[in-house]
């Protein structure tokens, strides 16, 4: 699976916008992108995940550049709640089911 | 609450001792994983189940690790002869087969093991 790059933290004023941004320059044509979060002492929680087109769901949206090589996770309007580390993934999807997850951004929002 | 459980929550034991870890996946998930996580880093993978059968087993998992899921409902980790290094969150998870490409995984609230 192709490898991703994040800040290591970023913060963010509570009502406000969150976008957290991941590298993926080499990734392939078959693998998709996921974003997962972790909350202070609980397992990891799956957020959103696309192949090409942008999408969105009740928790954030998820935009990937047209060369695929980048992608941005919009919580749109983040709480004290989404203090959390953001997990970016690239996944291929194929019989390998396991998730490599690296060292993530802590996103931090403040009242 | 019908999500992943993981029992015990907490584990401190001496060094050499065996422990055993418990994971009850939710009910109509084929797949399950289990994942270390050591302070300041993601989780990594260790092994992986679908249905009963093992399927792949990281070459974090040593001899000293054996992972079981019979008749493919829980599953159980044990560490035999723990060492101070395999202190960390031992975080299982569980999925279902679904369309190409899906791989939403659940996890449980993981148990974390301190080895003195």
């Known amino acids: 699976d192709a490898k991703t790059t994040q800040p290591p933290s970023m913060d963010c004023a509570e009502g406000r916008a969150a976008n957290l941004p991941c590298n993926h320059s080499t990734i392939s044509g078959n693998e998709y992108v996921y974003w997962y979060r972790q909350i202070h002492s609980q397992g990891p929680q799956y957020i959103i995940h696309g192949l090409k087109n942008n999408e969105t769901n009740e928790m954030a949206s998820l935009i990937i550049t047209e060369d695929r090589k980048s992608s941005t996770l919009i919580l749109p309007h983040a709480t004290l709640r989404d203090t959390a580390v953001y997990y970016c993934?690239?996944?291929?999807?194929?019989?390998?089911?396991?998730?490599?997850f690296g060292k993530g951004t802590l996103l931090t929002v403040n009242p | 609450d019908t999500g992943v459980s993981q029992d015990p929550r907490h584990k401190i034991t001496k060094r050499g001792q065996n422990v055993t870890f418990r994971c009850d996946p939710i009910s109509e998930h084929n797949r399950l994983y289990w994942y270390r996580q050591t302070l300041g880093q993601g989780p990594e993978f260790l092994t992986y189940?679908?249905?009963?059968?093992?399927?792949?087993k990281s070459r974090l998992l040593s001899d000293r690790f054996s992972a079981e899921r019979p008749k493919g409902s829980f599953s159980t980790l044990e560490i035999q002869r723990t060492e101070q290094g395999d202190s960390a969150m031992y975080l299982c998870?569980?999925?279902?087969?679904?369309?190409?490409?899906?791989?939403?995984?659940?996890f449980g609230p993981g148990t974390r093991l301190t080895v003195l």
């Open positions: 189940f679908q249905n009963e059968a093992q399927l792949e």
């Open positions: 993934i690239v996944f291929s999807g194929g019989s390998n089911y396991k998730l490599t």
């Open positions: 998870a569980s999925s279902f087969r679904g369309a190409v490409g899906y791989n939403e995984q659940f």
